[in-house]
C-alpha cells in the first residue's frame, strides 16, 4: 500500500470525499496495527457551508480545519464518541471529509458503522487531533490496485440545523457495502 500524499488532499472537497472511498485508513499503537476499508464519507466545504465546524470561524477547537491539506481533525461529541475528519483543499479554506465508517480489515474490534464506532474500533481519539497523515503510524494508502466502485451520493446526516446545506449530495459511500452506516 502507497500513503497518499498532500497533494491528494490540496484537492476539490467533493472530488477528495469521492477518491476516499475504498482507501484504508491505517493506526498503528501499541505494538498492533489496525486497518479499514474506507467505505462512507462526507464533505464539508468551508466556512460558507453552514454544516461545517468552520462556520464559526476559527476557533481553538476547528483551527486544525484551517491548516494545510492531509492533517486529522478529531473532535468529540455528546461527550463520549470522537469523529475523525481528513483536512483538504488549501491552507485558509477550512474544509474536510469526515470519514463515516470502514469495513475492517486488519485488527479492528466492534461496530465500525458511523463515525464514532469507527472512531472508537480504530483506537483513534483526541491524540491524534492536528496529525499529519503523512506518517507511518496512522495514515490513509492506497492499494496497488483499485478496483471500479459504485459511489451513491445522498444528502449528509445529522446536519438539519444548516437548512439548505443539509440537502446538497455531500455523503458518498460504496453502494451495497454492509459498513455503510445507513444506506
Known amino acids: ?18 477518491e476516499l472511498l475504498g482507501k484504508y485508513l491505517v493506526h498503528c499503537s501499541r505494538g498492533v ?26 476557533t481553538e477547537r476547528t ?4 491548516g494545510p491539506p492531509g492533517h486529522a481533525y478529531v473532535y468529540m461529541i455528546y461527550g463520549m464518541y470522537y469523529c475523525m475528519n481528513v483536512v ?5 479554506h477550512a474544509s474536510a471529509v469526515l470519514l463515516r465508517a470502514v469495513e475492517p480489515v486488519e ?4 461496530r465500525t458503522q458511523g463515525p464514532g464506532l ?5 483506537r483513534i481519539d483526541r491524540r491524534l487531533n492536528a ?3 503523512m506518517s507511518e503510524n496512522f495514515h490513509i494508502a492506497a ?20 437548512g439548505v446545506w443539509a440537502r446538497r449530495l455531500l455523503r458518498f459511500y460504496i453502494r451495497d457495502n454492509p459498513y455503510v452506516s445507513r444506506p
Do not use: W
Open 33 to 58: 496495527r489496525r486497518v479499514g476499508r474506507i467505505v462512507e464519507v462526507e464533505a464539508y466545504l468551508g466556512p460558507h457551508d453552514l454544516a461545517a465546524h468552520s462556520a464559526r470561524g476559527l
Open 118 to 122: 469507527l472512531c472508537r474500533a480504530m
Open 1 to 18: 500500500m502507497r500513503i497518499l500524499n498532500r497533494t491528494f488532499y490540496a484537492r476539490d472537497t467533493a472530488v477528495v470525499a469521492r
Open 107 to 110: 485488527h479492528v474490534r466492534g
Open 143 to 162: 492499494a496497488s490496485r483499485t478496483a471500479q466502485l459504485r459511489i451513491v451520493k445522498r444528502p449528509r446526516i445529522g446536519v438539519e440545523y444548516a
Open 131 to 133: 496529525h499529519d497523515l
Open 63 to 66: 483551527k486544525v480545519m484551517f
Open 88 to 92: 483538504t483543499e488549501r491552507a485558509g
